[in-house]
């Protein structure tokens, strides 16, 4: 059975840092692409960042220059390093990892709030 084991989420001030991580294990036919979503109290839940097995990324508007995605892929690990977090990057992050037969699965979802 996959499992997508996330970390990092916390309550940090406007301006701070956290860094996510989420290392997936299980996964057959080999990872593609990994990646986070957000979703915050009362939105749909909306991509932040993705990153291929190259190393190819894409981000969200909203938080390019300020997020930066990296994978580890001898350990199936994606990170998050979030900067200069605002009060709007609140929500709940999950980790999003899809292999090569284009099959996805999701974390379990960690808590990130950033007060004002």
């Known amino acids: 059975q996959v499992q997508l084991v996330e970390s990092g989420g916390d309550l940090v001030q406007a301006g701070g840092s956290l860094r996510l991580s989420c290392a997936a294990s299980r996964v057959i036919f080999g990872i593609d692409r990994m990646g986070w979503y957000r979703q915050a109290p009362g939105k749909q839940r909306e991509l932040v960042a993705f990153i291929t097995r190259d190393l190819t990324t894409n981000y969200a508007n909203s938080v390019k220059g300020r997020f930066t995605i990296s994978r580890d892929n001898a350990k199936d690990t994606v990170y998050l390093q979030m900067n200069s977090l605002k009060p709007e990057d609140t929500a709940v992050y999950y980790c999003?990892?899809?292999?090569?037969?284009?099959?996805?699965?999701w974390g379990q979802g960690t808590q990130v709030t950033v007060s004002s």
């Open positions: 999003n990892v899809r292999n090569y037969q284009s099959v996805t699965y």
